[in-house]
């Protein structure tokens, strides 16, 4: 079973509206991070924000924000007021815990949602 | 410079050649990944160093081989590398805090392989 799901390989925004991406994600450990990157087409892979399990709150970055829903295991990222630099692929991933020496340090990622802000 | 660079950002190279690429980090941080992004699939780790120590080899094939010579450093070397191995490769760092602690890793560029 994949550890990251993202079920939209692509969708369209209009500019200035709100975007939800989504994310789901498999795992028995209590202790695990999640993360939502961006990539334009030029490359780099751009760290947006990050959930921890234990998190009480959502998190928030500007105007990005994640939908944390621990029991249906879902962390589904919130872009808000669309912009065009905002096309993009945007891939979510998880780190689990563990005492193991760096295998905390193991990302799985999704295979990505591409998403077109329109004008 | 900040962040994570690497070089070149592109490369094209034959089967028979050796080649290197580099990745540095501007970040202060003591660990230093590899990752391989294909056509259509995801993101797959390839190395792990920490503090100059590999702690991770994702069953990559003996055509790459790593070197981490400081915590800032990493280099991938490639020799008779085969068409499917064309991919962007990308660096990250990240501060591992021990008992396996880590945060968040930070991307470079990536450097584009096409293997003729």
């Known amino acids: 079973a994949q550890k990251i799901t993202q079920t939209q390989p692509g969708m369209f925004v209009q500019e200035k509206e709100a975007v939800t991406l989504d994310c789901t994600y498999d795992t028995s450990d209590p202790s695990y991070g999640l993360f939502w990157y961006k990539q334009p087409s030029s490359g780099e892979m751009i760290f947006l924000i990050y959930q921890g399990s234990y998190d009480q709150q959502n998190a928030t970055e500007g105007r990005y924000s994640l939908n944390f829903q621990k029991a249906r295991k879902s962390a589904n990222l919130v872009i808000s007021a669309s912009q065009l630099g905002d096309s993009a692929m945007y891939f979510c991933?998880?780190?689990?815990?563990?005492?193991?020496?760096?295998?905390?340090?193991?990302?799985?990622f999704g295979g990505g949602t591409r998403v077109l802000v329109k004008p | 410079e900040t962040g994570v660079t690497q070089t070149p950002r592109h490369l094209v190279m034959g089967m028979t050649n050796k080649k290197s690429l580099k990745c540095e980090q501007h970040l202060g941080h003591n660990a230093m990944y590899w990752y391989k992004q294909s056509a259509k699939k995801p993101l797959e780790l390839m190395f792990v160093?920490?503090?100059?120590?590999?702690?991770e080899n994702n069953s990559v094939p003996s055509r790459f081989s790593p070197e981490c010579p400081n915590s800032s450093h990493l280099f991938l070397h490639l020799h008779t590398l085969q068409p499917e191995d064309s991919a962007l490769y990308l660096c990250a760092s990240s501060q591992e805090r021990g008992q396996g602690r880590t945060d968040t890793q930070y991307f470079g560029p990536g450097t584009r392989l096409t293997v003729l």
């Open positions: 991933a998880m780190r689990e815990g563990s005492m193991i020496k760096a295998a905390g340090n193991k990302l799985t």
């Open positions: 160093y920490s503090l100059e120590e590999r702690v």
